[in-house]
């Protein structure tokens, strides 16, 4: 990101009403998580107490669904909400 971009990025967050700030970080953190899917995973608290093979069976089915992703293999969540709203 360029220096220009960080400032106006800067500039956009100190504009922001205090009652925003709150949203605003929990996106920010989202978004520099959405590139790692594993990042913010062992954060989640049901998660902590995993043992060694249901932590590494859990890590396989992500990659897993990376794969499926990767391969065209899923379904956009929009068209998965319009089947679903067609079926009532």
């Known amino acids: 990101m360029s220096n220009a971009a960080r ?5 956009l967050l100190d504009a922001l009403p205090a009652s925003e ?3 605003a970080r929990r996106y920010l953190e989202y978004l520099r ?6 990042a913010s995973l062992d954060k989640v608290e049901p998660l902590l107490d995993l043992a060694d093979d249901e932590r ?7 990659r ?4 499926e992703i990767a391969a065209g293999k899923s379904v956009a969540a929009e068209d998965l909400v319009r089947e679903l ?4």
């Open 7 to 11: 400032q106006e990025l800067h500039a």
């Open 85 to 88: 709203r067609a079926a009532r």
């Open 64 to 67: 897993q669904a990376e794969d």
């Open 56 to 62: 590494a069976r859990l890590h396989a089915s992500l």
């Open 33 to 38: 998580d959405a590139s790692d899917p594993y």
């Open 21 to 23: 700030e709150q949203a």
